[in-house]
């Protein structure tokens, strides 16, 4: 059984007492032995589980039902090739009859749409409701807020490297440059240290951010700085390193960090240690276990290498240096 397997049961198992568990893993692994292969797959495994719980406890499945009502939630998660997983944790009747409507919408638009299959029409009704346009009509584009980062070379098709987009990562060129030109796209210039590859610094006396200060940390930083969390940091607060009261820090981007809420609020928990370096973009956090763990963002270009070839060494005395 892999751990994902062992999570689907415990899942099932949480809202009965410790001995009844016991009971549902003894009766489940004598269940699984006379069945074929295929029944120790997750989601079988899980279904099997919550058979044995209703024997073992009746009263059990009204409590999980609650317990996985108030569970209901919305997940994103960031894959590979610019392609995402957007999924939602709802009641079966809620997520049966979104599905139904999402799927009905796709098969009518299917008679007079060749270029899309019904699986590629579904994805694009789906988002389309979410986002508010006419469904279906045409792929859809997003009306949410994302910051694409994107060197000059590549937006003008010199270079084919260097676009991302925060909190998911690199994403090919051509994709940039298509939500780049899409009308309803908003430009922003970032000017950048070329040593370091990161936006230049900028300042303020009072402990609210200014809208500027506020997106240059968002851009410098892109995620919530704690090492294992990937939260935009356009979703983050903006945390002073330096407390405002306590350690009269000041507010500016030298001082500043986006946390996520959970992870700001963990800050100054008992037992957790937090550092980060806003100038260096390193960052660590030390677990009450005394488990350290680190990480250094990436820049939002790539700082450019000095050029050793031009030296002055061999300038004349009497000439200064070239500049």
């Not at 590979?80 to 999402?102: F, H, K």
């Not at 390193?282 to 030296?311: A, H, M």
Request: glycine share 4%; proline share 8%.
């Amino acid at each position: 059984m892999d751990r994902y397997g062992a999570e689907r049961v415990l899942n099932v198992v949480a809202p009965v007492s410790d001995s009844d568990a016991l009971e549902v893993d003894r009766l489940l692994e004598e269940k699984l032995s006379r069945l074929s292969l295929t029944a120790w797959q997750p989601r079988n495994m899980a279904w099997h589980a919550s058979q044995i719980v209703k024997q073992v406890d009746p009263g059990a499945e009204t409590a999980a039902a609650r317990m996985a009502h108030e569970g209901r939630k919305v997940t994103l998660d960031h894959g590979v090739y610019a392609q995402s997983r957007l999924s939602a944790d709802l009641p079966s009747n809620l997520a049966s009859a979104a599905y139904a409507r999402v799927d009905a919408m796709a098969r009518k638009l299917r008679l007079g749409d060749s270029s899309r299959n019904l699986d590629q029409l579904r994805a694009d009704v789906f988002a389309d409701l979410l986002l508010g346009n006419d469904p279906g009509v045409q792929v859809p584009q997003s009306a949410a807020m994302v910051y694409l980062h994107m060197p000059i070379d590549t937006a003008l098709s010199m270079s084919e490297t260097g676009a991302s987009i925060d909190g998911i990562g690199p994403i090919p060129a051509a994709y940039a440059r298509e939500i780049m030109t899409n009308p309803k796209s908003i430009w922003r210039k970032v000017l950048c240290d070329p040593a370091t590859g990161n936006p230049v610094d900028l300042g303020r006396s009072s402990y609210r951010p200014n809208s500027t200060i506020r997106k240059v940390v968002e851009v410098r930083d892109r995620m919530c700085v704690v090492p294992w969390c990937r939260r935009p940091a356009r979703h983050c607060d903006f945390d002073h390193q330096q407390q405002w009261a306590k350690d009269r820090g000041s507010t500016s981007t030298s001082n500043a960090a986006p946390r996520c809420r959970r992870h700001h609020r963990l800050k100054n928990a008992p037992g957790w240690t937090h550092h980060y370096n806003p100038a260096h973009g390193t960052s660590s956090i030390t677990t009450p276990l005394g488990v350290t763990y680190t990480d250094k963002r990436e820049t939002v270009l790539e700082p450019r290498l000095p050029d050793t070839d031009d030296t002055h060494d061999d300038a004349p005395d009497n000439e200064p240096p070239p500049f």
